[in-house]
Each structure stands twice: as C-alpha cells, then as structure tokens.
C-alpha cells in the first residue's frame, strides 16, 4: 500500500512563498509516477495546480499558476515539492498531493485532472491574506 505524506502548509500574506512537500513509501515505482498537486475549496471541485510526468521530466501548469509555482521532484527519492511564489488570496485552498504509478501516456488535461491519480495525501492548508 502506498502512503503520501505532505508537508509545508501555513498562512502568508499576498505576494509571500510557500513550499509545500510530498513523499511517497510502500511503492518504489513511484520514482517513475507521474506526480501532481491539487488544491480544493468548500464547494468547488477538486483543481489541478501542477504535474509531473518524471519518465520524461515534463511539467504541466494551470493556467492560474504559471510563472507563480513550480512542481520538482527530489532526484532519487519519493518525494516532490511545490514552490509556490508571489501567493494571492484566490490560492487559499486546501493542497493535495496525488501520484500514478507506472502511468500511460497523458495528455496536460488528463494530468491535471483528479481521475487518473490513484494515491492522495490527507491535504494541507494553505491560506493566503491581504
């Protein structure tokens, strides 16, 4: 069984940083999965922020959060982060980080939608003020 831990959560004021990390065990595979972070609201879907195809290194973004955050991963380890710069109030949400091992080929949409991701952390807290 695999297990996601996240970390890094808090409260900042508009225009700070946060960095949130994920690490993955149970599942060496997952140093090849195709690794994603979400973010949910009360009452709103669940949205893709960022992710990760780690076969070819290849970073997808949502439209909100280019140039803002970034999705890397800890080179031979089970762990990927979210550096997230320049925060706005409308990024106050809860984060999720989400994981696929041994993933097919995705298209940015599908890599960024909930469906194809099979583990999830418990979320974090990320609140943003002005």
């Known amino acids: 069984q695999v297990h996601l831990l996240e970390s890094g959560g808090g409260s900042v004021h508009s225009g700070g940083s946060l960095k949130l990390s994920c690490t993955a065990s149970g599942d060496t595979a997952f140093r090849d999965a195709a690794k994603a972070w979400f973010r949910q609201v009360p009452g709103k879907e669940r949205e893709g922020v960022a992710a990760l195809n780690s076969a070819v290194m290849k970073a997808y973004y949502a439209d909100s959060v280019k140039g803002r955050f970034t999705i890397s991963p800890e080179h031979g380890k089970t762990t990927w982060y979210l550096e997230m710069n320049n925060l706005l109030p409308a990024d106050t949400a809860t984060y999720y980080c989400?994981?696929?091992?041994?993933?097919?080929?995705?298209?940015?949409?599908?890599?960024?939608?909930?469906?194809?991701?099979?583990?999830w952390g418990q979320g974090t807290q990320v609140t943003v003020s002005s």
């Open positions: 989400a994981a696929l091992a041994r993933p097919p080929p995705m298209t940015p949409s599908q890599a960024l939608g909930p469906r194809v991701y099979t583990s």
